[in-house]
């Protein structure tokens, strides 16, 4: 699969088969996340790969309006970038998880990120401290997102070039009122 294909196919997927993923797969995706660019060459990212299923299940009450998708994924790759290196980690690592998400695709695995920055649990504890306290995270770690990674069990069409929104591309100069 090409890269425009694997764009073109890409979609969020919320529902997996209770299979594991093979670790060459594993490996390919850690390989994708590490050739992410960052603002400078800093890199300043961390990530934490998680397939033990109890781990996955106390990740996925990180939110209080958590998809109850994460506790089905067989691996959950946790985002977090250090506010130490720098000031643009939150769009370095955002960068890291699209990489996360098309390098699933390309694999044949369905993906889908869990936004966790500034979200919290049903306590009004934050999804940082909670997640920091189940993975062990220093404080200097910032989490960014989980990614759900699995065996599709479901199948989601292509969106269509009609359901595109080109209107939303300019040439040139902002051209709408």
């Not at 961390?46 to 299923?53: I, P």
């Not at 500034?118 to 934050?126: T, V």
């Amino acid at each position: 699969m090409d890269f425009f294909e694997v764009v073109e196919q890409r979609r969020s997927i919320r529902k997996y088969e209770g299979r594991p993923i093979e670790e060459e797969k594993v490996e390919k995706l850690v390989d994708a996340i590490l050739r992410a660019p960052s603002s400078r060459g800093s890199r300043p990212w961390e990530f934490v790969l998680v397939t033990d299923s109890d781990t996955i299940h106390k990740l996925a009450y990180a939110r209080s309006d958590q998809p109850s998708f994460l506790k089905d994924a067989a691996l959950a790759v946790v985002v977090c970038g250090d506010e130490r290196a720098s000031d643009i980690w939150m769009e370095n690592t955002s960068i890291a998880s699209t990489y996360v998400l098309l390098a699933a695709q390309a694999l044949g695995l369905g993906a889908c990120w869990i936004q966790m920055r500034k979200r919290k649990q049903p306590s009004g504890r934050s999804s940082e401290a909670y997640v920091q306290e189940i993975l062990g995270l220093p404080e200097h770690l910032r989490l960014q997102a989980i990614i759900a990674v699995g065996y599709p069990a479901e199948e989601k069409q292509p969106y269509r070039d009609e359901e595109l929104d080109f209107h939303k591309v300019h040439r040139e100069k902002y051209t709408r009122a």
